[in-house]
């Protein structure tokens, strides 16, 4: 480790017991920074953490939309976003105003919008999903029309996971379109014991040849099985960090080395210092819209809790 590195880890941890502050840190962040977090998730997971964390402030490493969560969660806290210019292109792909046209074509259809949305978007949707949960949500409610925003890609996957029908919106992760079938077959020709571990926001032709297809956080929970050795990784390549620290001694290859966020790679060291010393930049959302999203967010939330109730005439998962 090289001394300035040294000297940040030092500062962030005197600071964080100063402001009564917990790092969470998504899988795809820079490795220091995942060593540094309280706790190192996927994105149900981060969101879950800071549903239940007693810290006065949450620092997260992260994208907006991530941070976003937390504060339509605990509106009693500071959520801060080292870089507030860690943004989401996948979620800048919808809008409110778009989905609210969507909406009047499709009167009465159900809208699960992916956990990958601002919060107005959230905010007019039903219920959210994230990619640890999207096939079991989708399944917890009654057939009917339902609209799945903004990831065309998962929303392709769960559908046919689920054989139910969606209405798809056209939005894509730009760092996952980066991941290619042709690329994949190669690998699987170098490592043909290797099982091929894909995300869901990955093209349909690379989903079509995958082992398994995972959250973030089922990719780490897979790596740990006694009967995997190598694994062929199909996401964001920050992944790779967790994977080989939790599993010495097993074997993890990229797909693809570009696959990089450049959002995720834009929290450091440095600026949790100064977030922490500065107290910003701070992400609230309006209470009118944190309200109406939040509802959408716990219903997500309880899904996973994992008991059926009735809602709006739809059966979905309650505690
Ligand atoms: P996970 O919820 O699987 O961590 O995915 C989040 C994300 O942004 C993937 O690109
Ligand atoms: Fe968004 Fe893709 Fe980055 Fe995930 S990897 S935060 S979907 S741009």
């Known amino acids: 480790m090289q001394d300035r590195d040294a000297e940040l880890i030092e500062k962030v941890r005197s600071l964080k017991i100063e402001r009564d502050a917990v790092i969470l840190a998504h899988n795809y962040q820079l490795g220091e920074v995942q060593d ?123 559908s046919a996971r689920t054989g139910r029908k969606l209405i798809l919106w056209p939005g894509f992760c730009p760092t996952h379109a980066r991941i290619t079938a042709d690329r994949v077959r190669e690998l699987k020709q170098e490592y043909p014991r290797a099982r091929l571990v894909v995300h869901p926001e990955c093209r349909p032709e690379v989903i079509g040849l995958a082992d398994e297809v995972l959250s973030t956080g089922g990719m780490c929970r897979y790596a740990r099985r006694d009967d995997v050795a190598d694994m062929i990784v199909g996401t964001e390549i920050g992944i790779i960090h967790r994977l080989r620290k939790e599993n010495p001694g097993k074997r993890f290859i990229p797909v693809s080395e570009q696959a990089i966020c450049p959002n995720m790679k834009s929290i450091t060291l440095e600026k949790i210092v100064w977030t922490l010393e500065e107290m910003e930049p701070e992400v609230r959302v309006p209470e009118e819209i944190r309200v109406r999203a939040r509802a959408a967010v716990d219903k997500m939330l309880r899904a996973g809790a994992g008991r059926r109730k009735k809602w709006r005439g739809w059966s979905y998962l309650s505690p």
Not at 69 to 85: G, M, N, Q, W
């Open 36 to 158: 540094i977090a309280d706790f190192v998730g996927d994105s149900l997971e981060l969101s879950q953490r800071a549903a239940e964390t007693d810290a006065a402030v949450i620092v997260f490493c992260g994208v907006h939309f991530m941070a976003e969560t937390a504060s339509i969660l605990c509106p009693e806290k500071v959520v801060l976003l080292p870089d507030v210019h860690a943004g989401c292109p996948m979620a800048d792909m919808i809008t409110a105003e778009r989905l609210r046209e969507k909406k009047r074509e499709h009167p009465g259809a159900l809208v699960i919008c992916y956990v990958n949305s601002s919060a107005e978007v959230k905010a007019e949707s039903d219920i959210c999903c994230t990619s640890a949960n999207a096939v079991a949500i989708v399944e917890s409610l009654d057939a009917g029309e339902i609209i799945f925003v903004p990831d065309q890609y998962l929303g392709q996957y769960v």
